[in-house]
């Protein structure tokens, strides 16, 4: 019987360290809900669990109302940007499916639902891999994600799916890439934008998080991009916000897949953008 969310009994222990400590921004969530830092214990799911989850995940966003947002916003824009070619997909921060051990103190915030958040993000990804590959021949399909256990890794690849080892990602990205990253820190999403700017995006959108950094300055708090003083965040993002064309994804896809989401196509003529070598 597949377990449900509740179900810990036989579930295998393990402790992760991760490679990659996030930095600390002020619109990052806190440890309640994200068990970084040393010692962050979860609780694993075997290969026939987490295919179970799948499975489950599956079945649940043919229920939805997803599959017919999606195909309708897909059936117009490829019309509207039939100069966007993509060969090949990156996956960044997809999280791990693997389960936060709370105790009670975290319960007291609320419990995490990353990890059914990142299955219905797999899910979401493996729908429109399949709709855009109707129209475009994508060969290569990319994850990186340094919180990885073996067995998301011998799942992924089950699938066909290629799993990347931090920092590879960053070259992986070209005008040709589809870059799928909902829910990335924006230090990161940054590092991957800086070489090439994606053919087509989905992830958070970088001018509501540059509006919202206005909003903060100006009542008088700091950056929310202060904690990468190395890291051209608010340049990149406002670099990539005028390079594309977006699609808002907020609310649409609720309550399936939260978030403050958009699509985004590269604009005919804004195909290759080196923003490192770029000294403007
Ligand atoms: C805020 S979580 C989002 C997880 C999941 N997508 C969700 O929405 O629930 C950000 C994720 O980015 C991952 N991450 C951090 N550095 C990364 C890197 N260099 N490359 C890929 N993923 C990274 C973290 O491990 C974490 O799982």
Not at 108 to 113: F, L, Q, R, V
Not at 138 to 148: A, G, K
Not at 227 to 251: G, H, M, Q, S
């Amino acid at each position: 019987m597949a377990p449900t969310k509740h179900t810990w009994q036989g579930l295998r222990l393990e402790i992760m360290t991760p490679k990659f400590p996030p930095g600390p921004g002020a619109y990052f969530r806190p440890s309640r809900d994200y068990p970084y830092g040393q010692g962050a214990c979860f609780q694993s799911l075997s290969l026939e669990e987490v295919s179970a989850e799948f499975d489950r995940s599956i079945i649940e966003w043919e229920g939805s109302t997803c599959p017919q947002i999606l195909s309708r916003m897909f059936a117009q824009e490829q019309n509207l940007f039939p100069n966007v070619v993509i060969t090949q997909c990156v996956r960044i921060a997809l999280g791990t499916f693997a389960r936060p051990i709370l105790l009670e103190e975290d319960c007291m915030y609320g419990t995490s639902d990353e990890a059914n958040s990142s299955m219905r993000q797999l899910v979401a990804l493996v729908k429109m891999l399949e709709m855009l590959r109707k129209t475009h021949a994508i060969t290569d399909v990319y994850f990186q994600e340094p919180l990885f256990n073996g067995v998301e890794i011998a799942f992924l690849t089950n699938l066909g799916y290629k799993v990347l080892q931090d920092p590879e990602a960053k070259d992986k990205i070209t005008n040709s890439t589809f870059l799928f990253a909902p829910h990335c820190e924006h230090s990161v999403a940054t590092q991957h934008l800086q070489k090439c700017f994606p053919a087509f995006y989905v992830g958070n959108d970088p001018e509501y998080i540059l509006r919202k950094d206005q909003r903060c300055r100006e009542a008088g708090h700091s950056s929310i991009f202060a904690p990468y003083p190395d890291i051209p965040v608010a340049d990149t993002f406002a670099r990539f916000a005028e390079a594309t064309f977006v699609t808002k994804l907020y609310r649409k896809l609720n309550p399936m897949w939260q978030g403050d989401l958009t699509v985004r196509w590269l604009k005919a003529g804004s195909r290759v953008v080196d923003v490192r070598s770029d000294k403007r």
